[in-house]
């Protein structure tokens, strides 16, 4: 699938105080949360929810992530907020990924049978400062994890556009890929003419 390269801008200082970064947001859910906590004892419920936050962090963490939980049966994760990396994207897509295993196999004592569903962006946003982080791909990567089916990963063009070459994906309309896999090491060349490589200038064809 060609696509188009992305250019990563560098930080710049925000008008409150904190840094615009490029950062790919992963925002993934537990399917059906709310109807699971109501089958079990609140206690029972808090344990799995407190276990499945704890290895998803350590997950996240292994690939460089930032994570938070905003509410029962979510994680969203940063990747690039505090340092960016070339591989911020990348390195989100393989956090899904691991996550998807890692909920396949999750079996707490009381917990039923559970399962993700995984959505990731890459912008612009506002980190640090005063408050928490603003930017459209916390929003995208919402968009991004609705449609994606139980454990699957859904990420956006933005994101395709920085990991995609080393991926194999599947279109899920215009404006969203579903990650099938992700692809052995291949060289640099190889990348680029998976992203579409770019014309060279001031070159008249032989």
Known sequence: IPLPAAAKPAPAKA???????????????LIGAADVALDLDPEDWREIVHAFRGEAAKIIERF???????????????????????????????????????IKGFRPKGAPELAVQIGIDTGLIVVGGDGPAFGAPINNSAQMQVQATPNTVV?????????????????LGARAFRVDAVRATRTRFDLSRARGLSRFVGRSRD
């Open 15 to 29: 008008k409150s105080g904190g840094e615009r970064r490029q950062v790919t947001v992963l925002n993934c859910a």
């Open 64 to 102: 460089e992530g930032q994570a938070t939980a905003p509410h029962d049966g979510a994680v969203i994760a940063f990747f690039g907020a505090e340092q960016t990396r070339e591989a911020d994207a990348e390195q989100a897509v393989r956090a899904g990924l691991a996550l998807v295993d890692m």
């Open 155 to 171: 990420i956006s063009p933005a994101t395709a556009s920085l990991a995609g070459g080393h991926l194999e994906l599947e279109p």
